[in-house]
């Protein structure tokens, strides 16, 4: 699944709906990275920027998730947010849920990625 749009907050619910048509089922870890990722976009870059969003299978079955913007020097921190801290935590999660993270840098973008654990979502029937 690839989604083009704009980092609004509005888009989240909806994108999140998109990735659990496009997995079969409810997702938790991978409606939050969505989330998180394009959330991070909206704080970092700025409401508005375009996005594509990318959720696929690896070939050994993890799931994906790519979140593509507009400014390559906006890179993600993983923080140890305190416990008074209002933000800082949306890498941490990230990190928390995800096998592993990263970015690619390109010379007019950046792509912030995740992959969560193989075979069936929490929750999924199978």
Do not use: F
Not at 9 to 20: G, I, N
């Amino acid at each position: 699944m690839t989604v083009r749009l704009l980092a609004v907050p509005k888009e989240v619910p909806l994108l999140r709906r998109a990735v659990r048509d496009h997995l079969g089922a409810s997702c938790c870890e991978v409606e939050l990275c969505v989330s998180e990722l394009v959330g991070n976009v909206i704080r970092h870059v700025g409401e508005g920027a375009p996005v594509t969003v990318y959720v696929g299978r690896t070939a050994d079955g993890r799931i994906r998730v790519e979140v593509t913007d507009p400014d390559p020097r906006a890179l993600p921190v993983l923080l140890r947010a305190a416990v008074d801290d209002e933000g800082g935590r949306g890498i941490a999660l990230l990190d928390a849920v995800a096998l592993r993270w990263g970015v690619r840098q390109e010379e007019a973008s950046k792509t912030v990625w995740c992959e969560v654990g193989p075979g069936p979502c929490p929750g999924q029937r199978v």
